[in-house]
């Protein structure tokens, strides 16, 4: 009985996150991570066709490609927002500009990629089904970005109004491309209605 208890608090005590204040330079490193995970989902994104972007339906195709790379995403900024909680404010000086020259580039790839799906978005008025999966995922990536600028303006205040720049660029390209999708289920179910309308009277 007694072995039995210490295996369940040794247990417990592996499952309890062990938290720490990281530098700067790790916060650079992490800001890096997610830019590459990024930049790896613009090959998948041009390929998108009117042929393959159906292919969701059956778990083929770029879309569930760019859904799990998406999702991969969300959990590693979270990772990075756990190991933020609690970081001291971090004075001017080359590792604040290093953090933020990381978040510049993360905000120009996460856009270039975000643009692409905004083109993409017009192939597929007519199949409603794609728009509402991209547009959830799409809707976690906003908020771990929101989540992420506030902790980097909270803590490198000396660069703040940068911070708060790029991360106002980055939302606003999320939105839209969130909008395109969401449109892609109204715009259909709108045509629907209609047709329904039509054959009604």
């Known amino acids: 009985m007694v072995a039995f208890r210490n295996i369940i608090t040794a247990a417990l005590a592996l499952a309890t996150p062990i938290t720490a204040a990281i530098s700067a330079a790790e916060v650079t490193v992490n800001i890096k991570v997610v830019t590459q995970k990024s930049m790896a989902l613009q090959q998948p994104a041009q390929s998108i066709s009117l042929v393959n972007g159906p292919l969701i339906l059956i778990g083929q195709g770029p879309f569930p490609k760019l859904i799990f790379g998406f999702a991969d995403i969300v959990t590693t900024a979270t990772a990075a927002i756990s190991q933020m909680q609690g970081m001291p404010k971090e004075p001017a000086g080359p590792a604040t500009d290093a953090v933020f020259e990381a978040f510049r580039e993360f905000v120009r790839v996460h856009q270039a990629l975000l643009n692409i799906l905004i083109g993409k978005a017009g192939l597929f008025q007519a199949v409603p089904f794609i728009g509402q999966p991209i547009a959830a995922v799409l809707r976690q990536i906003e ?13 490198f205040e000396a660069r703040a109004s940068d911070f708060q720049k790029e991360a106002s660029t980055l939302t606003g390209t999320l939105s839209l491309c969130i909008a395109k999708y969401d449109g892609l289920s109204v715009s259909r179910n709108a045509n629907t209605m209609s047709t329904r309308r039509a054959i009604a009277v």
């Open 143 to 155: 908020g771990v970005v929101d989540t992420i600028a506030f902790m980097l303006i909270a803590t």
